[in-house]
């Protein structure tokens, strides 16, 4: 068994039922090499976690600020989509505490191991709601997901690329941009699209993707990135 203390100091949360908080780690991968470990994985806790972390994003937005509601939704689902909650269960160090299989394990990087990662933050959140109560898993909605806040509305983060590219564009260049398919390849289970943006005539970036929107969304970033558009 791990020694989940440290976790507890990195989130300020000291359990009466630590077995709610190991829970909460456990992925689904770890139980079909280790068939007899004592606790269920976590996607039960997921879904309780899933409902909490909306109702107490909701609740905050709604309390204070007096945007239209088309804003508000844009702005939680920028704080409880999966990169962001990955990003944060980082932060408090819930990676390292994870019970997962050997092969996954291994896969450090990528969007699988996000998953994961963002799947455990609501799990926790789940948890720390069933052993402690309403209060105190707002206050860590608080204290580790909702700061980040300021920085999504400073840096538009609630905007997708392709929607920022557009605004961007329409301000500065007057201009409302295009994505062609350059190339498709691959067989057709497994189909991959090159897209280019465009400015007018002007190809401005490319990208890959596995599907058309999705590479359209990556061109968009990179078209970003080169116009060093924020």
């Known amino acids: 068994m791990k020694d989940l203390t440290a976790l ?39 879904f309780l976690g899933d409902a909490v972390l909306e109702l107490v994003v909701t609740k905050y937005l709604y309390s204070n600020y007096p945007n239209p509601e088309g804003e508000l939704t844009n702005w939680r689902a920028s704080l409880v989509n999966g990169n962001m909650l990955a990003e944060v269960a980082k932060k408090i160090n819930l990676e390292s505490n994870l019970y997962l299989s050997k092969g996954e394990s291994k896969d450090v990087n990528g969007k699988a191991r996000n998953y994961i990662l963002a799947n455990a933050f609501e799990a926790l959140i789940g948890a720390i709601y069933l052993d402690q109560g309403l209060k105190t898993v707002t206050t860590f909605i608080e204290n580790t997901l909702l700061t980040e806040l300021p920085r999504i509305l400073s840096n538009q983060l609630y905007l997708d690329p392709k929607s920022k590219f557009q605004e961007l564009a329409q301000e500065k260049v007057k201009i409302t941009p295009t994505y062609k398919v350059l190339k498709e390849y691959g067989p057709d289970h497994d189909k991959k699209f090159e897209i280019g943006v465009y400015l007018d005539k002007e190809l401005i970036a490319t990208s890959n993707g596995s599907s058309k929107q999705e590479g359209q969304t990556k061109a968009a970033e990179a078209a970003l990135k080169k116009k060093g558009w924020k």
């Open 8 to 46: 507890e100091k990195s989130i300020k949360i000291k359990f009466k039922n630590i077995n709610q908080l190991r829970q909460a780690l456990v992925h689904r991968s770890y139980l079909n090499e280790n068939p007899n470990f004592e606790l269920n994985h976590n996607e039960r806790l997921e």
